[in-house]
Every structure is written in structure tokens, then in C-alpha cells.
DNA sequence: AGGCGCTTGTGAAGGCAGGCACAAAGTCGC
DNA sequence: GCGACTTTGTGCCTGCCTTCACAAGCGCCT
């Protein structure tokens, strides 16, 4: 897990972070007509074992039946609750690159609680243009009416980052995606969220290593074939 | 975090975690032609404090000297090293939606250690296309040639990502990147890491909610209006 | 050559998260 | 109405990670 910041309301972060892992499970369940799961089912749903699942729940409260389980729509609503999501969020991606371009298209956000509203570059030849239905602003225009509750999405390259996130923090947001490589600071009460594509890959990389090397040297030549076709095509 | 998985080779998996954050912060120091860097002064660039910087570094040994610092250029190769970046890992991106193109086309990859080297999908409309430079495949024409150290990348709807997720194990692939928002279940050995937009979101938005909750009843009007504003489109 | 100041590397302590195991509590069958 | 069965909620223990604090080591200055 990228890190688990403090807990609020007594609420261990890494149980916060396993939360919307739950919500997933449970609404896969009520698709199927489901109304009633045990923490035994729900947890094997999720990927989790079943007394971590039970002990998470147990923090938002009582709110499953000894003997019977929990009802599906209920935890659901609880958790939804406790998220904050029983009403949407507004999201403004900054950066539309390849990757921006990516977000603002990207359906998962609208059916899990959130609403992209601005999408936001500096490029004056994107600005103006629409992008997924909506159109493209500057930064300038994004700080005029800054709404209260807006999670800011970073999809800038790394040198933007640290400006962007400055003016969204000045425009009094305080909750913060980052996609951008690189380390971004921010005041106290500013949540930030990292997202970092390669360095996924690289602590991949490690584990691939390292699995190959408990085979032994021969596994370890197809690597170095791979390192060979990288001098070929560097040189 | 994701989850941070077993440890190899007495590395804390925490750990392994934050070496790609350093090998970051170094490439930013050698590019401005510094030599010589201190614990604090690289534990500030990666957002670390720098005991918990120092005692990283010593699961890699003792590269650093006593009242001067660590060498740049050597600590950068010890932790790529470590890391097994010291040849490029081939990258397998399956699913070329919208994720799957601003992946393939990203250039972040290809300057930490990477390659992108095929591009999969199912899509007879699709296979055959050229995409940032690569002509698109389906899954059994990756299977003819599953490469050693592949890492696969699955950008599917999660629908077809528990199937992907099988023929990729099955081919021999023990690393996998998941950006399909579900459970995979996988064998042992086969280590997956999990990348879930809409879950971050939730996450920040848990920590908003909670932010604006310590504001009292007044701030928290704002996000109703949200919610109203929600009624008003899904009506 | 010797002492001084700086920085690393690490033992020890504290805190947090995960897993176990069981008592509490509710349902179902008879 | 009562007992047996099922499943939750949780106290305790264990292990990992983080933080603190300091001794060990290295270079530099005198």
C-alpha cells in the first residue's frame, strides 16, 4: 500500500484503505441478488482473510447478525457512508497528456461516486478544446470558482507538479491525486495520494529478480538476453 | 500501499517500496551535478525522515561514508541493482482501452527501466492496429512466445481480468500489474500489485469528509449541494 | 599527529497491524 | 420453550515497521 496516513475518528488507515475493496465486493454481490453474506464469503470476495475483514467492520459499528451474517445493502450503505460518498464528489484533472486524456474518459469514476468536472491544462492550443464531454479551462479559470469538497487529480509532467499542487492548495483544496513522478509537499490538513506507474513496475522488477534468482544461474540468462537487446538498441 | 508482501533476502518489503521513491530523488541530484548527498538532504527530496532513510539503505549494505554522505553515482547503481534494473524488463500491456493506450503511449516507462513490448487485446478490430509504435496482438499470439521476466500489465474491464490474469500464470508470467478494479486470484509465487483509481478517490474522499466534518455543520452544506446537483442529472 | 565536528549505521523502544481463538449472541429445529 | 448450531465481535499475542538516540567511523583543521 502506498502510505497509510493517520487515522481519523479512530479509524486505522490501513482499514481505510480496504474499505472500498469491500464496497466493490458488495455491490458484485447484490448484482448477483445476494442479500445476505457471511464474513467467511464477503472476505474471500475481497482477497482478505475473515478476522481482519470482521475486525475492519467492527470499527463503523455493529452492524452484522451473529449466527447470520451481514445484510448486503445495509453494510453497504454504512461503508458508502463512512466514505463520504452518499453524495458525489467533484474531480478536476489537471494535465491533459496521454494520461489525462485516459482519466477523463475513464467510466470507473462516475459509477463508484465521483464526478469529473474540470479538466484543466496550460497548453492554450488544449484549452477550449472539449475532451470527453467537457471542456478544457486553464488554471486561472479553475481558481475563480473553486468548489468546496474538489479532489484535485496531478496529471502534469513531474516539473509541473509541485506549481500545480501549489495553486490547488492555495485555492483551498485538500485532497490531492498525484500521477506525477515525483515527490510533492504540501502543508498540514492536505491529503495527498500517490500514484506512480513505475515505480509499480520496479518493485515488480524486484520481485522478478528475485524469484529468478532462487532458480539459479541458468534462469538467470534469459535476463541477460533482455539486457543484450537493450544494448542493441541503445547503440 | 498496496500490500507490501513478504519480504526476500531480509529486505523489509516496506522497504523495497520506497527504493524506487530514492532512486527518483537521486536521478534529480545527479542531474544537477551534485556528487555527494547526505541522509537528510535525500531523505527531504524523497519525503522520508532520514532515519528511516539510513536504515533502508543499510539492508543494501554500507555504501555510505561516515561525516560525508553517500556517493550519487554509486548509491543510484546499488539500488538499481537491487532493484534488477540493471537490464530493462519487457512489459505486456493487455486491454487497449483508454487506460491501455495512455499506458502504451506513456514515456515514463522507457526512462526507468522498461520496455513496453507487446500490446494485447481480444478485439478482432484491434488486433493487427498499430498503437505507439507496436502492432496490437491477441492473447495466443503472446502465448506462442511467452518471454522469461515478462511482467504483464492488465488494463481489461475487470470481467476478462481473472481470465487474463490466468493465461498470463499459465504462460509463466509471476509478475503482474493490475489496474482492473477486482480481486485476482493467482497462485503462489506470482506476485500482483494493484493499481485502483476509483479506490484512491474513495480513500481521499474519506479523508474530506472527515476534514470537513471538524469544520462543523456549516462547511459540510456545501458537499449537499453536491449531492443535490447529483439529483438533478440522475432525475 | 591529534583532536574535533560531522554523518553514518544500528541497537532498543514504541506503535501499529494482523492473526488466533473464544465468549457473546442470535437463529433454527424439535 | 429449549438446546444446539452458526457467526459475529473482540481481547490477546505476535511480528513488522518506524522512530529515537547514540556509539562508531571518517575527514579536516590545526
Redesign the pocket.
Known sequence: MTD?PA?RRGI????VA?LPVYLRALAGLAATGVDT??????AEAAG?????L?????YL??????????DVVRLREEIARELGLQYDWSVAIIGMGNLGHALAAYSGFATRGFRVTWLVDEDPNLVGSRIAGLTVIDMDALATQPPAGLIGVIATPPTAAQSVADRLVEMGVHSILNFAPCVLAVPDGVEVRKVDLATELQILAFHEQHARAELGPLADLAAVEVADARQEATS
Chains 1, 2 share one sequence.
Open positions: 497509510a487515522a486505522p488507515g490501513a482499514t480496504r453474506v457471511s464474513s467467511e464469503e464477503l482478505v482473510r475473515s478476522a481482519k470482521r475486525k475492519d467492520l467492527s459499528g455493529s452492524y452484522g447478525v451473529r449466527g447470520v451474517g451481514y
